[in-house]
């Protein structure tokens, strides 16, 4: 676990990335992902994922089949339409991430605002939201990749940007805000919005993606909030 790096105005409000952050879906993406390459003789690796993690599902879909060299072949579009007949059997499966639950619901009895910021679209959400709908209502607003404000995907701040202005009381100093984010683009997005970033990347990221974020964690379960000003975990318990 990283130390808190720098000094900095005491959190007040948080916002949750969803994929590979609370939700263990990026697995899904990768599963699909190889198999549509396997078509093509062609591998898909962690550099490439590591470009496409937090994007816009268009913006991805156009990394993935230049990167790969199959755009020849497969559109960026007609990629998404084969990969979404398979998505969508898959979503409905999707587990919580370990501690997310438990942050979660610790941050909403503490009182402190917290929202989610995602790249999914609504079709998407309720899909993988579906047995966990419950702990996503404890989220003061949800703000989706096909909201209308978000006019440019991660690591463009867009996203975190709307989310910001959703809260109550606003406009809010982004220094406040506190950002949890697995992927680069997305904690890339965060410093562009002026907020902190704690980053939960998967080990398989090369870490040199690690730098930009102000702490780096293998797992929700080590957060500390008082690191941060926030209300501690009244036990020690995971």
Not at 23 to 32: G, H, I, P, Q, R
Request: aromatic share 8%; glycine share 6%.
């Amino acid at each position: 676990m990283a130390a808190v790096s720098g000094k900095r105005l005491a959190i007040t409000h948080v916002i949750f990335d969803m994929d590979g952050l609370l939700l263990d879906t990026e697995k899904f993406y990768t599963e699909v992902q190889e198999i549509i390459l396997a078509r093509f003789n062609k591998t898909f690796d962690w550099s490439l994922k590591a470009k496409m993690m937090g994007k816009k599902a268009i913006e991805a879909a156009r990394v993935f089949v230049e990167e790969t060299g199959i755009s020849d072949s497969l559109s960026a579009e007609d990629f998404l339409v084969e990969r979404e007949a398979m998505l969508q059997k898959l979503f409905p499966t999707s587990e919580l991430m370990p501690g997310a639950s438990r942050l979660i619901e610790h941050l909403h009895a503490k009182g402190v605002p917290i929202c989610l910021a995602t790249g999914s679209h609504r079709r998407h959400f309720e899909l993988k939201t579906q047995r966990h709908g419950d702990l996503f209502k404890l989220m003061h607003h949800i703000v989706l990749g096909d909201d209308p404000e978000v006019k440019q995907g991660k690591p463009s701040p867009d996203v975190f940007l709307a989310a910001a202005r959703r809260f109550e009381g606003g406009p809010i100093d982004s220094q406040k805000f506190l950002v949890f984010e697995d992927a680069p683009a997305g904690a890339l997005a965060a410093k562009n919005a002026g907020m902190s970033v704690v980053m939960v990347p998967d080990p398989r990221l090369d870490s040199s993606h690690h730098a930009i974020a102000d702490q780096v964690l293998s797992s929700l379960t080590e957060f500390n909030p008082s690191e941060w000003g926030l209300p501690p975990f009244e036990n020690a318990e995971i």
